[in-house]
């Protein structure tokens, strides 16, 4: 019935379809059928500008959140990182009865170097093993040992997905691997090492965010310490109290704690650079001890026992009364900024600088006018 229709010609076709009204339509159809190809095109072209920025944005965002300088970084489920660093330090000493007394009131020590090295193990993507250490050396005192052990777990609780992250972390406080050493001479006490010689707790927590290429991040932690005798302390002879005791001592002392508050940001330039800074502000509180550990002589067959030990005793009793309350605390504020360069995928260099400046009890030994410290840090994660 149809089969003429297929073959009728387009002159012939066309008059029939325009006198039914149809072939005006034609036109119109050709106009829509552009409108609709324009749309998609545009469409499409939108997408892949969505797509394009996105691609920028999550590129600085991965790169921020990968970067080992990054103060909310935290490595990912069965990665290692490893950050070793080596500076040196030059601090000029402040006044107080203690450095006074030793003549020691506008010096500058120089150079003192310090290494450090931070490790950690992503067990999963939010809980992490880490371990951090330091070691200082100034041989303007002649003084040096481990400044900085300790090693803990952080729990991300708040993870990216959320408004803010948020970790909470603890570590074991390890000063007490070292016995803390020095020397009581007439003058006051020298110290030996950096160590205090005991065992602690430190409790923490961490929270920021990272818009884009930028990441603010702000910590708090607080150190617990426990009162041992772990301490070896020499008695100069030139006391004149010194041959009512044995060459060396170790007393009990009391436990103590301390307090940390700061934060820290960091600018991702590009994939190849990232600068940063940060303000931090540590407590350390008075130390004090509470008796001499040691078994002091009891001169038995002595004739002058009975004199001896009733000086001996006025001895300790004057010392306890003067070191119970040490008052030699002090209070810290860091300024510091860096830069990083990362050099492969997994390797960056990291330059920095640090300026300190602190208020200090009468009796501090640690009491400065300012500290500068200049060095850099390789880091590498696996």
Same mark, same amino acid.
């Given at each position: 019935?149809? &089969?003429?229709?297929?073959?009728?010609?387009?002159?012939?076709?066309?008059?029939?379809? !325009?006198?039914?009204? @149809?072939?005006?339509?034609?036109? @119109?159809?050709?106009?829509?059928?552009?409108?609709?190809?324009?749309?998609?095109?545009?469409?499409?072209?939108?997408?892949?500008?969505?797509?394009?920025?996105?691609?920028?944005?999550?590129?600085?965002?991965?790169?921020?959140?990968?970067?080992?300088?990054?103060?909310?970084y935290m490595p990912k489920a069965n990665e290692a990182y490893v950050k070793a660093g080596a500076a040196i330090m030059g601090k000029s000493v402040e006044g107080t009865q203690a450095t006074t007394r030793k003549h020691r009131d506008g010096d500058v020590e120089f150079?003192?170097?310090?290494?450090?090295?931070?490790?950690?193990? !992503?067990?999963?993507?939010?809980?992490?093993?880490?371990?951090? =250490?330091? /070691?200082?050396?100034?041989?303007?005192?002649?003084?040096k040992g481990m400044h900085r052990g300790r090693i803990g777990m952080t729990f991300r609780a708040l993870t990216e997905a959320y408004p803010v992250v948020w970790d909470l972390y603890a570590d074991a406080y390890l000063s007490g691997i070292t016995p803390m050493k020095? *020397?009581?001479?007439?003058? !006051?006490?020298?110290f030996d090492n950096y160590s205090n010689g005991r065992w602690g707790a430190i409790f923490g927590t961490r929270f920021g965010k990272t818009w884009d290429k930028f990441t603010l991040a702000a910590h708090i932690e607080y150190l617990q310490t426990f009162g041992n005798?772990?301490? &070896?302390? &020499?008695?100069?002879?030139?006391?004149?109290?010194?041959?009512?005791?044995?060459?060396? @001592?170790?007393?009990?002392?009391?436990?103590?704690?301390?307090?940390?508050?700061?934060?820290?940001?960091?600018?991702?330039?590009?994939?190849?650079?990232?600068?940063?800074?940060?303000?931090?502000?540590?407590?350390?509180?008075?130390?004090?001890? &509470?008796?001499?550990?040691?078994?002091?002589?009891?001169?038995?067959?002595?004739?002058?026992?009975?004199?001896?030990?009733?000086?001996?005793?006025?001895?300790?009793?004057?010392?306890?009364?003067?070191?119970?309350? $040490?008052?030699? !605390?002090?209070?810290? /504020?860091?300024?510091?900024?860096?830069?990083? /360069?990362?050099?492969?995928?997994?390797?960056?260099?990291?330059? =920095? =600088?640090?300026? *300190?400046?602190?208020?200090?009890?009468?009796?501090?030994?640690?009491? *400065?006018?300012?500290? $500068?410290?200049?060095?850099?840090?390789?880091?590498?994660?696996?």
């Amino acid at each position: 019935m149809y &089969k003429n229709i297929s073959v009728i010609p387009q002159n012939v076709l066309l008059p029939i379809m !325009g006198g039914m009204g @149809i072939a005006p339509i034609l036109p @119109i159809m050709g106009v829509g059928i552009h409108k609709i190809k324009k749309e998609k095109w545009m469409k499409k072209s939108l997408k892949c500008l969505v797509a394009a920025t996105a691609s920028v944005i999550s590129t600085g965002a991965i790169a921020a959140t990968t970067n080992m300088e990054n103060p909310l970084y935290m490595p990912k489920a069965n990665e290692a990182y490893v950050k070793a660093g080596a500076a040196i330090m030059g601090k000029s000493v402040e006044g107080t009865q203690a450095t006074t007394r030793k003549h020691r009131d506008g010096d500058v020590e120089f150079p003192v170097w310090r290494f450090t090295g931070d490790l950690g193990y !992503g067990i999963t993507d939010r809980l992490d093993i880490h371990g951090r =250490f330091g /070691y200082t050396k100034d041989g303007e005192i002649d003084r040096k040992g481990m400044h900085r052990g300790r090693i803990g777990m952080t729990f991300r609780a708040l993870t990216e997905a959320y408004p803010v992250v948020w970790d909470l972390y603890a570590d074991a406080y390890l000063s007490g691997i070292t016995p803390m050493k020095g *020397t009581y001479t007439p003058k !006051g006490f020298n110290f030996d090492n950096y160590s205090n010689g005991r065992w602690g707790a430190i409790f923490g927590t961490r929270f920021g965010k990272t818009w884009d290429k930028f990441t603010l991040a702000a910590h708090i932690e607080y150190l617990q310490t426990f009162g041992n005798h772990n301490n &070896k302390i &020499k008695i100069d002879p030139a006391n004149e109290w010194a041959p009512l005791f044995p060459d060396e @001592i170790s007393v009990d002392l009391k436990s103590t704690h301390e307090g940390t508050a700061g934060f820290d940001m960091m600018y991702q330039l590009n994939k190849k650079w990232s600068f940063g800074a940060g303000f931090e502000y540590v407590e350390h509180y008075n130390n004090g001890v &509470k008796s001499i550990h040691t078994q002091l002589p009891d001169f038995a067959g002595d004739p002058y026992q009975a004199v001896k030990q009733g000086k001996q005793k006025q001895v300790v009793e004057a010392l306890l009364a003067d070191t119970a309350n $040490m008052k030699d !605390g002090w209070d810290e /504020y860091v300024f510091k900024i860096s830069a990083a /360069y990362q050099m492969t995928d997994y390797v960056q260099l990291a330059p =920095f =600088f640090e300026y *300190t400046f602190d208020d200090a009890q009468p009796m501090s030994q640690n009491a *400065t006018d300012f500290k $500068m410290e200049l060095g850099a840090r390789l880091n590498a994660r696996f």
